[in-house]
């Protein structure tokens, strides 16, 4: 197995865009190992998934200076899951289908380290509270587009009762596993943040095509959180094999 070290840096933004999604929608999408982990909403069981959107800075192997660290726009697709482990114990997290990134040093670094990493290009916008984002990789006709604002609570009609119980749905699902750029294995990796604080988003507008290839009346956009200026590792996990496909990219 190939040693992968521990990396250090500072979430300088992350935007976590989430949608509800019927859990049957998910099974073409999901490797065998994991099901979704649902939350009980207004309208029934849903899943979640959705973009990542997060800037990162100063990232380095742990234990060299910050000054040296590489600054890169990131976006991660996620779907939240539940998962045996070995001992028999329900473990929790999030499948990540697709990384993009603005760095080639990262594609190239990151996807021997914790899953194949596309290059992608990214354009941002951030002030006086808003955010406005969109990434795009024209090779796979992938794009992710969000306009936000800092609000005070969720959206009416969201899944979650409150941001206290969006926020622990999100800080259980630390530990991420992504194909590999052979495709043959599912590469672990844990966020492990210095603290943990998210703040509510209002969206004007949202686009994420992936989720776009599920039926139209099988997701729906719940809500979007805002982390902001956090310490953070990216610590190696174990990696599984491929049970099953996922679907070819577009």
Known sequence: MRWVPTFRGVIDRRILVNFAVEPAALDPVLPDRFRPRTVDGPAGERAIGGVCCIRLTAMRPRGLPAAIGVTAENAAHRIGVEWEGDDGETRSGVYVPRRDTSSRLVSVFGSRSFGRHHHA????????????????????????????????????????????????????????????????????????????????????????????????????????LLMRDIGHEWRPRRSFTVEQSPPPER
């Open 121 to 224: 290009d990214f354009a941002v916008s951030e002030g006086d509270g808003r955010y406005q984002l969109r990434m795009a990789n024209v090779a796979h006709d992938v794009t992710v587009e969000v306009d936000a604002t800092a609000t005070d609570g969720l959206p009416e009609g969201s899944v979650f009762p409150d941001l206290a119980a969006a926020s622990a749905y999100h800080e259980c699902g630390a530990v991420g596993y992504c194909p590999t750029p052979s495709g043959d294995r599912l590469a672990g990796v844990e966020l492990a943040t210095d603290e943990w604080h998210v703040e509510p988003l209002s969206v004007a507008s949202v686009r994420a095509s992936f989720f776009e290839q599920l039926p139209d009346d099988a997701v729906a956009f719940d809500n979007a």
